[in-house]
């Protein structure tokens, strides 16, 4: 209805107005009504420090002003090129550039205006500080183009960018806006103050952001803006793709329509609403930001269908909201998928509490956390996949008449539900994808695990099919068709970061057809996770083995190098051992080479084990390797990950003995000396050549009770038979190895 109404004012407008007219732009030109005007092309230079306009347009109707092939220059940022107020029936198109002032265009009290064609940029831009969103007309920040109070403008195929605003709206209804380039400002793509019913689509709003920080920057603003439709724009890379707020204003309905834009890489938020009523999120990207959804507040908000994949925070996060509805999203790969939580109360909201959510038949897979519900009552989580989450659903708090029943749990690492709450949970009918209800049992934490937290009633359950069981790791762990998933941690900085990707490498590699490689743009704490192929469950059975082995390679150019790095092996019951190891040692010397690493499972320097809960070598299902750089970027590759007994299965001809183990014989580029768990002290390591000259000589010093692996690097060395000799406080060894 929109378009019709502003298609018959046009042509009611054409009929009523005086022959074309080329004429040069003058400076303080009022526009009679029913003018139609060509402005000659050229460049004009028109300072206006008085702010009264160059074109005025006041008080007047029917009226088209043409600037093709006309570039108008003002100074200073100041002033406007053009003014129109208390007017109808206007058209301005076509020019070239307008730059330089506050605002290219000013806008007021007036309807049925037409702004199409131009190039309204480089006004008035800042490009440091905080902006205060709730200031009015009297404090916009400058731009491309300024209305107040009007109504049935249609603004289309224009551009404004490099200034704060592109375009700017205050108190106005029934705005038009589409196909416009308004990226790269440092405000506003589209700023909403009391503005309502407007249509919004097919604009270009990326990178609308301060250059030195978010500083509450956003592609579209709705600050108290109502029944709103906001379709097809790309809102990337903003400080906030879409930013809707509503405080003190929640009484009054907002009921707007996000839908089908794209507001991914959002150094704050792709989506932030607060304290807001009725609005609706369908099919958009919101993706690889800080958080996906920030709704804090808000209530009667329907999420359907939209991807939320990669967020550095959370995939979709609400503090203290009420009847939200969560349904039919992708939610993958954030530290935690739903976020829900009642916090310290903000007035004269502090009464408001976390109640009454509906999550619907969501695909939430590869969190750290699928959903994780804090002082939140009446919850319903039914018919989702819950899939291969590090936790899968967690409790925490008041939890009354909350109810997890008709979702596919998939492959927890540790717990499918963990109720952390006093209350009971009342979780039947849910598919845990086997029947082994020992194994499920132990994925269930509640007062079974902790007398303190409420029960979970999980039976009737409905059964899986019976998995394939490994209880034998694979010759390799890091080969297809074993599935890899990376856990994201939280990262608190703000800042654009590239997704997270775990992806085979059959390039490079070092044993095998492939290795596993994690990029991520975040770095902060990544967890890469092992599970078997298919739908096989990991028990292994490793207390026949006492090392893992593997290499490991890397890149990081952030010139800090890495923070921190450990392996963790774990069952299905939440316990598991963790080998922790200065990433200075393991990891920083990987970069841009591949190192070969043997990890004693009883830790051994410079791995230190840690034993949580309750786990054992007999039944371990899954095993993790963690890298972190606290913020920044990395790259990094494992591959030949196997477990191994001294002696077996490290080369068919490895040398044992009963004091050292050296393997692999022959050797290319490393040599391995397993010291045994009998060798103490201080020791020395001798390697001699065929001619009786010393190569390599190390003091070593070693902890009784425990084995530990040396590593030679023998990469330099020329082939031949070489001596190794090692030297004990009671006894020395012998060995001779090949070098190839």
């Known amino acids: 209805m929109k378009n019709i109404i502003v298609i018959l004012s046009g042509l ?46 006041i008080n007047k109707h029917n009226i088209i002003i043409d600037g093709d092939s006309v570039t108008v220059n003002g100074a200073d940022d100041q002033g406007y090129m053009a003014i129109i107020e208390n007017s109808h029936d206007i058209i301005i198109r076509n020019f070239e550039m307008v730059k330089d002032y506050y605002y290219a265009v000013k806008i007021k009290n007036s309807h049925n205006i037409i702004i199409n064609g131009n190039v309204f940029s480089h006004n008035k831009k800042d490009t440091t500080g905080w902006i205060s969103i709730w200031t009015g007309v009297n404090s916009a920040l400058g731009g491309g183009v300024l209305m107040d109070q009007c ?20 108190d106005c209804d029934s705005i038009h806006i589409h196909d416009n380039i308004l990226n790269w400002n440092t405000g506003f793509g589209i700023r909403m103050n009391f503005t309502d019913s407007c249509y919004i ?20 603003l709705l600050i108290v803006s109502n029944e709103n439709t906001v379709v097809h724009n790309d809102f990337t890379y903003s400080g906030d793709g879409i930013f809707l707020g509503q405080y003190e204003y929640s009484s009054i309905p907002n009921n707007n329509y996000f839908a089908y834009n794209d507001c991914s890489y959002s150094p704050h938020n792709a989506i932030e609403a607060t304290f807001a009523d009725g609005n609706v999120y369908k099919h958009n990207l919101c993706n690889y930001s800080h958080y996906g959804f920030w709704l804090g507040y808000s209530f009667n908000s329907l999420v359907d269908s939209n991807e939320v994949i990669g967020n550095q925070h959370s995939g979709i996060a609400i503090d203290r909201g009420y009847n939200n509805t969560i349904t039919h999203n992708i939610i993958n790969e954030n530290p935690t998928g739903i976020e829900l939580w009642e916090g310290d109360g903000i007035p004269p909201y502090q009464n408001q509490y976390s109640h009454d959510y509906q999550i619907l038949g969501n695909t939430i897979q590869g969190n750290t956390i699928a959903i994780s519900a804090k002082k939140t009552e009446g919850l319903i989580v039914k018919h989702n996949d819950i899939l291969e989450n590090r936790n899968g659903i967690y409790i925490e708090g008041e939890a009354q008449h909350d109810t997890i029943t008709g979702n596919l749990f ?3 690492t540790f717990y ?8 009971e949970i009342y979780a039947v009918a849910n598919d845990f994808g086997l029947n082994d209800e020992d194994v499920i049992a132990c994925n269930i934490y509640d007062i079974h695990d902790n007398s303190s937290v409420g029960e979970v009633i999980w039976h009737p359950f409905t059964p899986g099919p019976d998995p394939a069981w490994q209880h034998i790791p694979v010759s390799d762990l890091a080969e297809p068709p074993a599935v890899w998933f990376s856990y994201p941690e939280a990262c608190w900085s703000y800042g654009l970061w590239e997704p997270t990707i775990t992806s085979w490498d059959t390039v490079n590699k070092k044993e095998g057809n492939a290795s596993i490689h994690l990029s991520t743009g975040n770095g902060w704490d990544l967890g890469m996770l ?3 192929g298919g739908d096989s469950i990991a028990s292994w059975a490793l207390h026949e ?16 190098g890495f923070q921190y790095c450990n392996f963790i092996l774990g069952n299905d019951c939440g316990g598991y051992y963790k080998y922790t190891a200065s990433a200075g040692t ?19 320097s410079p791995w230190s084990r840690t034993i949580f809960g309750n786990v054992s070598f007999s039944d371990i299902s899954f095993l993790e390797f963690h890298a972190d750089t606290w913020e920044y970027g990395f790259e990094l590759w494992l591959d030949g990950i196997h477990f191994s007994s001294p002696g077996v299965g490290i080369g068919d001809n490895a040398i044992k003995d009963p004091g050292i183990t050296v393997f692999p014989n022959p050797a290319h580029d490393r040599i391995n000396l397993l010291l045994n768990e009998n060798l103490e002290g201080k020791s020395e390591i001798a390697v001699y050549n065929s001619f009786g000259k010393t190569v390599y000589n190390r003091q070593i010093t070693k902890t009784a009770g425990s084995p530990m692996i040396h590593e030679i690097d023998v990469s330099n060395w020329p082939a031949g038979m070489y001596v190794i000799r090692a030297m004990g406080k009671n006894a020395s060894w012998n060995i001779k190895v090949l070098v190839k």
């Open 151 to 170: 109504r049935a403008v249609e603004v289309f195929d224009n551009t404004m960018q490099q200034q704060n605003d592109g375009v700017a709206m205050y």
């Open 12 to 57: 009611f407008l054409y009929s009523s107005l005086s022959a074309q007219q080329y004429i040069p732009l003058q400076d303080n030109w009022d526009i009679p009504s029913g003018s139609w005007y060509n402005i000659i092309g050229g460049t004009y230079n028109f300072p206006d420090p008085e702010k009264d306009g160059v074109i005025r347009i």
């Open 530 to 532: 092992y599970r078997p």
């Open 416 to 423: 499918h539900i963990e109720n952390r709450s006093t209350q």
């Open 586 to 604: 393991i990891l920083n010397p990987t970069m841009n080479q591949w190192k070969h690493y043997a990890i004693p499972l009883t830790g051994a």
């Open 201 to 220: 689509h097919h604009n270009v709003c990326s990178h609308v952001n301060r250059e030195t920080d978010p500083s509450d920057c956003a592609a579209i």
């Open 410 to 412: 998939k492959r927890s």
């Open 545 to 560: 083995t006492d090392t893992l082995f593997l290499w490991i390679r890397s890149v990081n150019n952030t010139g800090y």
